[in-house]
């Protein structure tokens, strides 16, 4: 005779208890009206019409709730039932996610075997206390020259990647996503183009970069929420590597549409638009998003996110924003890329704030020494195309035009092309010596 357990018991409980159900009360735009139900803010909803669609609750007042689908609301009416699901979203974690292809809700979209196996773990999760993470105390090399140089990033860093449309952002990250030596890479495409998504597993990343990476997409065809739950679900997935001591590089792309996804879920939701057009809740939403990369007693985060600034505005709200938390900035510029430079980075507009700490003195000299014949050749450039330059006026100019072409080649970097962090100090070493 089987013994009647305390855990038996609550579930033979919860087997047989009633569901609470809830009723659409409104579908407007990206909206969803819920009435009859109680569930806390985050919580998924099944909506039960011509087809189950689930639907975060986004707001909550004494007349009902405010819920955003995750799929298409088309067959959905006032009337249909909603059903709770228990909680918010759940996302599955593991070492068997490497080289997989995940939505934006951590569903496989690549044909391989399901996840429903692995663990699951919530999306949303508390950034480490500040007094918890350990310094940065050495670089990562990201395989680019021009970055590792001139831009040095410590494992654990957060860098932002700002640029215009067009400028070469995403095609850098799959630079970095080949030639970095850390041990993982988690990307998020989050409102890519669904043209570029297939194109940037097998030509930019390839087998080699896929077999140790973890692409989440989220085309710029899906929800707002699905978009914003994109962010998260790669940041989790990241966590996860690095409570496993492991060295993860996390790249999204982009940091703005990001803020753009936030911006139409809090619209909808009834947040007033502040500045341009942008409500408050997106700039809570950054620092607690990026504040969840870097380092912990275990591993570390380091992450690259791409700002897209509008109209090539470094000053836009979200760029100036991510520039105020981030550990630095690397800067593309347009002038180089339509001059065909590759990587297009303005090398003397972007900065590394742990510098100091993850180079040493003759690095940091032979550094500076190369921003100093840039900054010499920017002041003279005009002069010289004039014919108006007299050498002797200026040493660092006098140098820097003997060298530009030098100087070109170590910063030009195929996209193919990877080089090894000792290599690029080695190279700059002998470039200004």
Not at 267 to 280: C, V
Not at 396 to 414: E, S, T, Y
């Amino acid at each position: 005779m089987t013994t009647l357990t305390a855990d038996l018991a609550a579930s033979a409980f919860a087997a047989v208890a009633p569901q609470r159900l809830g009723l659409v009360a409104e579908v407007l735009g990206l909206r969803i009206r819920v009435t009859g139900l109680s569930a806390a803010v985050g919580d998924l909803l099944a909506v039960d019409g011509a087809s189950t669609v689930l639907a975060e609750v986004a707001a909550s007042d004494p007349t009902g709730l405010t819920c955003l689908p995750l799929g298409s609301t088309t067959g959905l009416r006032v009337g249909d039932v909603v059903r709770p699901t228990g909680g918010p979203l759940l996302v599955p974690v593991g070492d068997e996610l490497r080289g997989r292809v995940l939505d934006g809700l951590g569903r496989p979209v690549d044909g391989g075997p399901g996840l429903d196996h692995l663990p699951k773990v919530e999306v949303s999760r508390t950034p480490p206390a500040a007094l918890s993470r350990p310094p940065i105390d050495h670089q990562v090399g990201l395989g680019v020259r021009a970055l590792d140089a001139l831009t040095p990033c410590g494992s654990g860093q957060r860098i932002g990647i700002m640029a215009g449309s067009g400028v070469g952002k995403s095609s850098l990250l799959s630079m970095v996503a080949r030639g970095t030596d850390a041990e993982i890479s988690v990307i998020a495409l989050v409102g890519e183009r669904g043209r570029e998504v297939r194109e940037f597993i097998e030509n930019d990343l390839g087998p080699e970069g896929l077999a140790r990476s973890v692409v989440v997409v989220a085309t710029s065809d899906a929800p707002p929420v699905e978009r914003l739950r994109a962010a998260g679900v790669a940041t989790r997935i990241a966590e996860h590597f690095r409570d496993a001591s492991k060295h993860v590089v996390l790249m999204m792309d982009s940091l703005t549409r990001v803020a753009m996804a936030q911006r139409e879920i809090g619209l909808s939701a009834g947040e007033p638009p502040a500045t341009r057009g942008y409500p408050p809740s997106v700039f809570t939403l950054l620092p607690q998003l990026l504040e969840r990369a870097g380092t912990s007693a275990n591993g570390s985060i380091t992450g690259l996110y791409t700002v897209l600034v509008e109209g090539d505005d470094m000053q836009d709200p979200i760029g100036d924003t991510a520039r105020s938390i981030l550990d630095g900035h690397v800067v593309l510029s347009r002038r180089l890329a339509t001059a065909g430079h590759f990587p297009s980075i303005d090398v003397l507009e972007s900065i590394s704030r742990v510098t100091r700490a993850v180079t040493d003195p003759q690095q940091r000299a032979d550094a500076t020494r190369l921003r100093r014949l840039l900054a010499a050749h920017r002041s003279v450039r005009e002069l010289v195309e004039i014919g108006a330059y007299v050498r002797g006026a200026d040493p660092d100019a006098d140098v820097a035009l003997a060298r530009m072409p030098a100087i070109d080649a170590f910063l030009r970097q195929d996209m193919d092309e990877s080089t090894d962090l000792a290599d690029t100090w080695r190279l700059l070493h002998e470039l200004v010596a």
